[in-house]
């Protein structure tokens, strides 16, 4: 009986975790990534919001507004979340509607961008501010391989119903961040994300 109890609590905290976005908002975002020296990366953000500082590193995106579809969503998110740095016009014409991973509440497109070195977004932060800016930071390039291995990590962790923080390797992380795991919400999605149907992020 305490056996059946156990795995009852485990798949709660599994269905919690994936149906998340789904109870209280629907939302949108991009992942932003590029190749260089032949490697892929994300690009990734922490959580600055107060409600949300304990979230960790994810990509960027958010809640639909009213009158937005979600593709407008994603793409004001990401630019209101990058400080305007990644424009509107840039992301309208990287992005591929048809490629997209639709998961319970959330919708995530993708964009190849060009490398610019995370000091482009870090030099810039702003304090937060009714245009949506300021809300994420600092920002890191993470390589994709990394995030697999978070998200096997992760996936491990819910089936053993032991769940914990996934920590970023220090080595990536600016060497004053305090904030050092990634947000689980976002490592639930991988799996989705590689099995995407011409999804630009293999599973390797």
Not at 85 to 106: C, D, H, Y
Request: proline residues 5%; glycine residues 6%.
């Amino acid at each position: 009986m305490k056996a059946i109890n156990r795995m009852k609590q485990c798949l709660s905290v599994i269905l919690l975790i994936v149906m998340a976005p789904a109870c209280f908002a629907d939302g949108a975002g991009v992942l932003i990534f590029t190749k260089k020296d032949n490697q892929l990366f994300v690009l990734l953000a922490d959580h600055k919001k107060l409600k949300q500082q304990k979230r960790g590193w994810s990509t960027l995106g958010g809640s639909i507004k009213p009158g937005e579809n979600d593709l407008e969503a994603a793409i004001r998110e990401v630019y209101e979340e990058s400080n305007g740095i990644i424009k509107r016009e840039e992301l309208a014409k990287l992005i591929k509607p048809s490629i997209k991973t639709v998961t319970p509440g959330f919708v995530i497109y993708f964009a190849e961008i060009d490398f610019r070195s995370s000091d482009v977004f870090n030099q810039t932060m702003v304090k937060q501010s009714q245009n949506g800016f300021g809300e994420r930071g600092p920002f890191i390039w993470l390589p994709w391989q990394e995030i697999l291995i978070a998200a096997k990590e992760f996936d491990l962790q819910q089936q053993n119903c032991n769940p914990k923080a996934v920590r970023i390797p220090r080595n990536f992380l600016p060497a004053d961040e305090n904030t050092d795991w990634f947000f689980d919400a976002f490592l639930a999605t991988i799996d989705d994300i590689v099995q995407t149907k011409n999804s630009p992020l293999p599973a390797f």
